[in-house]
């Protein structure tokens, strides 16, 4: 408001009246002087009028105004001093100059003002907050209470001096976060559960304890259906079927899922361990969904060798157990058919190609040439995809080259993604990763991908196929060819390169028959030399050159030994077969007294390559799994670009210690 009256603002309209009033007395003046004066003595008249009715209303109405400021001052201190929730105004420097009732109950101090607001609320950093926080909130626990902390900076002009206060209103969420949590902690889970190889290990019993094993695993699981508040229900001999939630499964993560240990303890005389796969499904939309989820945990813990248990959700996996070797299954069922399968799918398609891993080895070699065998076999137009030779398959390629029976054998990836067509047939052998594979492109140029692997299941794995042999218990993938060849032996003759190609690949991945050797391992060798393997021949499959042995005479020479039980070196010799030497070498190490697993580390144009072996009772494709690669309980890899082999090493020496303070 102005100090001044002012007509045009109090009274527009009658100000333009008044002033056709004045124009019109001063005209009549020039005409008529009496009744001029009497009209300008009205248009004075009138002006003083209406300025007294304006101060009058002016007056009034600022009366108005200050007697509904005093009202809206007592409400407004009323409001604040009666608010439901605490509140204290703060000096810069933390004191506090007022605070309302809810405030003092807050914090039960008989004698607040003054105090610093850091010596009452230990663990409120206003200065880190205002200097850091974008918003104008903070979250602080006190007196076992959770609040969030809205401050306000206001400004008050007193005396033209300027000041600034802090308002802080203290907002009470214990109660909401009790109820999100117990809201979050009865969230329902689906877990699965299946017995591995569960007839194998009944009939591991002598036939008077075998009831006894079903009792007891009855009555570990009814103890842990107690223990998580949860309901189970068996669904098969082998299979069943829980559903709990989260804070029975957080219960289970804080044990490290023992219920593992515990049911591996059964022993009524049973030559083969009672192992279990546990597979839960979390965090999903709906119980169908967590169903799903659990599914496919159950089914990644089936495929990498059972005695675990995996938690799925949207976007991550988390394991847990995983020590026990895949038990080796005595019946070949299921290699008849698949052998049955494979030849349909070869007939019904108009070509086929065959591809391995990344820098192939001899398992993945010699399988891809056994599979060759079979499609030359039923007249089909067959090449595998290779584009560039290393040194441990070189002397085979070498080999097959020399033989016409091979003519046109090898396609490069370039060829291969040109003619490849919605109607070929791709097999892969020795790997079910799509990254690892030799020409990834091609799993999504065609329709039809069949997957030959015996490597422990990871989370990446190729989906869609028409066809998956998984066998996480067999020696090798080239054992899995030969028992397919074996089925289709009326229809299947293989050539005596290519028997020699599988059986290197078994001597390969098994050391020669000293690790993941079973029953059926020999009896597929058996096979081969049958039709022709010539053992000698295999042999030199592995010979090296004298530069090969220096590089792992100076790994062995560089090694170092971590708590008496686990070996681990590096080198930075570059030669072309580095990932070969670096596995000889930590084959070698095994050989040393108290030494369990070895670790070694080499590279080649810029990729860091990781070769990891155990005796079995450290399980390396765990650790390996953590730097994205994989393999088996005992034998295992991994490859790092992008990274100099000095941060490699001490990533895989950090792994290694933080699964020791895990097992102690």
Same mark, same amino acid.
């Given at each position: ?19 056709? *009033? ?32 304006? !101060? ?25 001093? @009666? ?11 933390? @004191? ?59 400004? @008050? ?18 109660? =909401?976060? $009790?109820? !999100? ?26 036939? %008077? ?47 490290? =899922? ?7 303890? *059964? ?78 799918? *070869? ?11 990344? #820098? ?62 919605? %109607? ?5 052998? %020795? ?32 989906? %869609? ?31 005596? *390169? ?34 022709? $393997? ?35 070196? #590096? ?5 072309? !077969? ?57 034998? $295992? ?28």
């Amino acid at each position: 408001m102005r100090n001044k009256p002012s007509f045009r603002i109090n009274m527009p309209e009658i100000n333009v009246y008044i002033l056709i *009033i004045g124009i019109t007395s001063i005209m009549l003046l020039f005409y008529n002087l009496y009744i001029g004066c009497l009209f300008f003595f009205g248009f004075i008249y009138i002006v003083f009028h209406n300025w007294r009715i304006a !101060n009058f209303r002016k007056r009034e109405w600022n009366r108005y105004i200050q007697n509904l400021s005093l009202d809206m001052d007592e409400t407004t201190k009323k409001a604040i001093m @009666n608010l439901p929730i605490p509140l204290c105004i703060l000096e810069f420097d933390g @004191n506090i100059s007022w605070y309302n009732n809810k405030f003092y109950q807050m914090t039960e101090s008989s004698d607040l003002l003054g105090e610093n607001i850091d010596s009452i609320i230990k663990n409120l950093n206003l200065r880190k907050v205002l200097n850091e926080n974008k918003e104008m909130y903070t979250d602080v626990k006190y007196k076992e209470r959770q609040y969030t902390v809205v401050y306000n900076v206001i400004k @008050n002009e007193q005396n033209k001096q300027v000041k600034y206060l802090m308002m802080l209103y203290w907002i009470d969420k214990t109660d =909401f976060l $009790a109820l !999100n949590q117990k809201y979050e902690d009865e969230q329902n889970v689906i877990m699965l559960i299946q017995v591995d190889g569960y007839d194998e290990v009944i009939k591991s019993a002598s036939e %008077d304890k075998r009831s006894l094993i079903d009792i007891e695993l009855e009555k570990i699981l009814s103890e842990f259906e107690t223990s998580i508040h949860a309901a189970v229900k068996r669904t098969s001999k082998d299979k069943y079927m829980i559903i709990a939630n989260k804070k029975g499964v957080a219960k289970l993560q804080e044990s490290k =899922f023992s219920v593992l240990d515990v049911i591996r303890g *059964i022993d009524y005389g049973n030559t083969l361990p009672v192992t279990i796969s546990i597979g839960v499904g979390r965090n999903g939309d709906s119980i169908y969904e967590n169903f799903q989820l659990a599914t496919g945990a159950l089914d990644l813990a089936l495929g990498r060798g059972g005695d675990q248990a995996i938690i799925k959700t949207k976007d991550k996996f988390e394991f847990y157990g995983g020590k026990s070797k895949a038990v080796e299954k005595t019946t070949k069922v299921k290699s008849r058919l698949i052998g049955h399968a494979l030849k349909e799918i *070869i007939s019904q398609s108009n070509m086929v190609y065959i591809m391995g891993h990344k #820098y192939p080895d001899l398992d993945a070699m010699g399988s891809a040439v056994g599979i060759y065998d079979i499609c030359k076999s039923l007249g089909k137009e067959t090449y595998i995809v290779l584009d560039s030779i290393n040194e441990s398959i070189e002397e085979f390629i070498n080999r097959l080259n020399k033989q016409e029976y091979y003519d046109d054998l090898f396609i490069s990836r370039e060829d291969a993604i040109k003619n490849c067509s919605r %109607d070929t047939l791709v097999v892969v052998v %020795d790997t079910h990763r799509p990254s690892f594979t030799e020409c990834e492109e091609l799993l999504s140029l065609t329709k039809k991908v069949a997957v030959i692997d015996h490597h422990r299941k990871g989370v990446e794995f190729i989906q %869609d196929t028409v066809l998956s042999f998984h066998e996480i218990y067999v020696s090798s993938t080239c054992e899995m060819v030969t028992e397919v060849v074996q089925y289709l032996e009326d229809d299947v003759k293989i050539n005596k *390169i290519t028997a020699e190609g599988l059986l290197a690949g078994i001597c390969l991945d098994t050391k020669f028959f000293a690790f993941k050797t079973g029953v059926r391992t020999f009896e597929a060798s058996s096979y081969l030399r049958k039709s022709g $393997a010539d053992t000698t021949e295999v042999k030199k499959l592995f010979r090296t050159d004298v530069q090969d042995f220096k590089t792992k005479a100076a790994i062995i020479g560089n090694t170092k030994i971590i708590e008496n039980k686990i070996c681990i070196s #590096y080198t930075k010799i570059q030669i072309e !077969n580095i990932n070969v030497v670096i596995a000889q070498a930590a084959d070698e190490l095994l050989n040393v007294k108290k030494i369990e697993a070895s670790f070694i580390l080499g590279e080649k144009n810029g990729t860091i390559f990781i070769s990891a072996r155990s005796l079995g009772k450290i399980n390396v494709h765990v650790l390996m799994e953590k730097l994205g690669g994989g393999g088996h309980i005992d034998i $295992a890899g991994a490859q790092i670009e992008g990274m100099s082999i000095e941060k490699a090493y001490k990533k895989v020496y950090e792994i290694i210690e933080e699964y020791l303070r895990e097992e102690d």
